[in-house]
């Protein structure tokens, strides 16, 4: 048992230690652009989290708005949740088919693994991965909890509305998309 405990905690630690890294780089970069780099062909790889219910739609929308070159698109959607698949498979039929690491999503709790396993890439030099939250329109006072555990994290968190950037200074307004 008491292995297990030495286990957690030293688990635990490493998860501290990528945390405070990230931090760094994060704050280190701020006031520079913190534009995706792209690939040599100028496509940014962009991994899509899709939430249930109302996310699937929101995060949909976002994607129209987005030109090709935030191409290949992968997504994560939850086994059980065969109407956002089929929503999804909808969208990329209907868009055209397009190319360095962007996680883009917008609020369910499933978005923070993927972010997580992004940083934990970027952390051990694999791959350079943009995580880019989207607060969902109906977080009008408060964040999520998910901005709320990517607020130090994520490489851009976008606001929809004004007092919540005025609230919290690390975001950044962009007004109604959805």
């Not at 040599?40 to 708005?65: A, N, P, Q, W």
Request: glycine share 10%; aromatic share 8%; charged share 20%.
């Amino acid at each position: 048992m008491a292995t297990v405990g030495v286990l957690a905690i030293g688990f635990v630690g490493l998860l501290a230690v990528f945390a405070l890294l990230r931090l760094f780089f994060v704050f280190r970069g701020l006031g520079k652009d913190r534009k995706p780099l792209a690939r040599s062909d100028g496509t940014i790889r962009t991994l899509v989290v899709v939430g249930s219910g109302g996310h699937t739609t929101e995060v949909l929308r976002l994607m129209s708005g987005l030109s090709d070159t935030y191409s290949p698109r992968y997504y994560i959607i939850a086994e059980t949740d065969q109407m956002s698949e089929e929503k999804v498979h909808r969208f990329e039929r209907e868009k055209h088919p397009g190319k360095k690491g962007v996680i883009l999503c917008n609020g369910p709790g499933t978005c923070i693994p993927p972010c997580a396993a992004g940083l934990l890439m970027t952390y051990l030099g694999l791959k350079k991965v943009s995580l880019v939250y989207v607060e969902s329109i109906c977080r009008v006072e408060t964040l999520s909890l998910s901005a709320r555990l990517l607020y130090y994290l994520a490489d851009h968190l976008l606001v929809q509305w004004p007092q919540l950037q005025q609230k919290f200074p690390r975001t950044t307004y962009i007004g109604r998309v959805i």
